[in-house]
T-cell receptor, first 112, second 114 residues
Framework: GDSVTQMEGPVTLSEEAFLTINCTYT??????LFWYVQYPGEGLQLLLK?????DKGSNKGFEATYRKETTSFHLEKGSVQVSDSAVYFC???????????FGTGTRLLVSP | DSGVTQTPKHLITATGQRVTLRCSPR?????VYWYQQSLDQGLQFLIQYYNGEERAKGNILERFSAQQFPDLHSELNLSSLELGDSALYFC?????????????FGQGTRLTVV
């Protein structure tokens, strides 16, 4: 079945550092891809999305490009802040049952 | 605020008991999804309802059941609870059955089984 693989965490960075969190997927058809963020004690919030190949999703300085040839959707940010500390989940919406399939999540810790 | 409301926020109960978790989707959303988040299993899809009908089942135990009512709110029933059922349970909703739209998540219900 469809699956999402993302890099293990935690990722520890200093403020203003460059962030990359890798995400690759396996799916039949052409899924939509999402990044969700979970701040401590909160639910999941949509960070960005891309619905077709070569689409770039962006929000709050974060970006990710839907790469069909490499089945990837890596999350990047040029300069992280302490407030970006959270758990980031890559997900795809499959074309079968339409449920969201999540990766295991990557914890990001940003220090001042 | 996502517009998805889950109650209660926290629940502590004993093994063998039964609990009901409630979810009110965003206004107008017809699809409701339930997910379980535990430390060792990550985010696991449990079940999906669309306009009152079950549409997809994931890794949902037989001790668990769900339903979606005519007003579109949904309930997840967990029975014969075990220590391993302790987790964060999320509800999500989306406007239609699928498509390319995102799902909106509630704040979750933290269940602790003692």
């Amino acid at each position: 079945g469809d699956s999402v693989t993302q890099m293990e965490g935690p990722v520890t960075l200093s403020e203003e550092a460059f962030l990359t969190i890798n995400c690759t997927y396996t799916a039949t058809g052409y899924p939509s891809l999402f990044w969700y963020v979970q701040y401590p004690g909160e639910g999941l919030q949509l960070l960005l999305k891309a619905t077709k190949a070569d689409d770039k999703g962006s929000n709050k300085g974060f970006e990710a490009t839907y790469r069909k040839e490499t089945t990837s959707f890596h999350l990047e940010k040029g300069s992280v802040q302490v407030s970006d500390s959270a758990v980031y989940f890559c997900a795809l919406r499959d074309t079968g049952f339409q449920k969201l399939v999540f990766g295991t999540g990557t914890r990001l810790l940003v220090s001042p | 605020d996502s517009g998805v409301t889950q109650t209660p926020k926290h629940l502590i109960t004993a093994t063998g008991q039964r609990v009901t978790l409630r979810c009110s989707p965003r206004s107008g959303d017809l699809s409701v999804y339930w997910y379980q988040q535990s430390l060792d299993q990550g985010l696991q899809f449990l079940i999906q309802y669309y306009n009152g009908e079950e549409r997809a089942k994931g890794n949902i135990l037989e001790r668990f059941s769900a339903q979606q009512f005519p007003d579109l709110h949904s309930e997840l029933n967990l029975s014969s609870l075990e220590l391993g059922d302790s987790a964060l349970y999320f509800c999500a909703s989306s406007p239609i059955q699928g498509g390319r739209t995102e799902a909106f998540f509630g704040q979750g219900t933290r269940l602790t089984v003692v």
